[in-house]
């Protein structure tokens, strides 16, 4: 009797062990499920953001290409004027041919047309002129063949275009940090199946299988989710 009584305590005691890891193990479960589930859902939200953030970008983007297309436009169309009226000018004798620098007269139509070219591409003119196109036949047929022609509006839209592919590029990261915390979610509500059966199950051989299950799919969680960032 002494003997089957020994057995019998023996036998509560593994029982209410195995209750007791797989409490433990619950419990850890329960927790990393909430805080897996957390980050999945703000990574999902940083991800909507970067989009969001790179398609203003892209918008931005293409209107200053279009502005700086228009206003590419409008210098070939100045400086042609510009241009015709310098040659007229010469022509009249109201100035002398430009070398290297053009003075503007306002009496005359080429200071007149001169005085409004936008001052970005004034200043390219005017190293143009220094390169004396007039004499010198390996200076630039154009200002626009200048090194220093660039559209302010051009390069923000480049910047722009990049910023773009940047911020995707972080979406894309975010959204995969979801997936990864979402995948440890799974993880962990296989963690509280297996856990919860274990205090279902007679034999103790079973429970002892079921519990080791839990322990290892837990471990494996808790490594995904240690690899991975943290967003608050």
């Given at each position: 009797?002494?003997?089957?009584?020994?057995?019998?305590?023996?036998?509560?005691?593994?029982?209410?062990?195995?209750?007791?890891a797989a409490t433990i193990v619950l419990s850890f479960a329960v927790v990393l499920t909430a805080w897996s589930a957390f980050e999945a859902g703000k990574w999902s939200g940083?991800?909507?953001i970067k989009f969001s953030e790179a398609g203003a970008a892209r918008i931005e983007s293409a209107r200053l290409d279009t502005l700086a297309g228009q206003l590419t436009q409008l210098d070939i169309a100045v400086?042609?004027?510009?241009?015709?009226?310098?040659?007229?000018?010469?022509?009249?004798?109201?100035?002398?041919?430009?070398?290297t620098t053009f003075e503007p007269d306002s009496g005359t139509r080429s200071g007149f047309l001169y005085e409004r070219i936008r001052p970005e591409f004034r200043s390219v003119i005017a190293d143009w002129l220094e390169t004396s196109p007039?004499?010198?036949?390996?200076?630039p047929a154009t200002p626009f063949e200048m090194a220093g022609y660039q559209s302010q509006r051009a390069a923000e839209a480049e910047q722009l275009r990049g910023r773009a592919e940047e911020l995707a590029a972080e979406a894309r990261a975010a959204n995969q940090n979801g997936d990864n915390y979402l995948?440890?979610?799974v993880l962990f509500a296989?963690?509280?199946?297996?856990?919860?059966?274990t205090t279902k199950v007679l034999s103790e051989r079973n429970r002892l299988i079921l519990l080791g299950v839990s322990i290892t799919t837990l471990a494996v969680g808790v490594i995904v989710v240690l690899t991975l960032p943290i967003e608050i």
């Amino acid at each position: 009797m002494a003997a089957g009584g020994s057995g019998s305590r023996v036998g509560w005691l593994r029982s209410e062990r195995l209750e007791l890891a797989a409490t433990i193990v619950l419990s850890f479960a329960v927790v990393l499920t909430a805080w897996s589930a957390f980050e999945a859902g703000k990574w999902s939200g940083v991800q909507a953001i970067k989009f969001s953030e790179a398609g203003a970008a892209r918008i931005e983007s293409a209107r200053l290409d279009t502005l700086a297309g228009q206003l590419t436009q409008l210098d070939i169309a100045v400086f042609s004027d510009w241009s015709a009226a310098v040659s007229e000018d010469v022509a009249s004798g109201l100035i002398e041919p430009p070398s290297t620098t053009f003075e503007p007269d306002s009496g005359t139509r080429s200071g007149f047309l001169y005085e409004r070219i936008r001052p970005e591409f004034r200043s390219v003119i005017a190293d143009w002129l220094e390169t004396s196109p007039i004499t010198n036949p390996d200076a630039p047929a154009t200002p626009f063949e200048m090194a220093g022609y660039q559209s302010q509006r051009a390069a923000e839209a480049e910047q722009l275009r990049g910023r773009a592919e940047e911020l995707a590029a972080e979406a894309r990261a975010a959204n995969q940090n979801g997936d990864n915390y979402l995948l440890s979610t799974v993880l962990f509500a296989s963690v509280l199946f297996f856990a919860g059966v274990t205090t279902k199950v007679l034999s103790e051989r079973n429970r002892l299988i079921l519990l080791g299950v839990s322990i290892t799919t837990l471990a494996v969680g808790v490594i995904v989710v240690l690899t991975l960032p943290i967003e608050i």
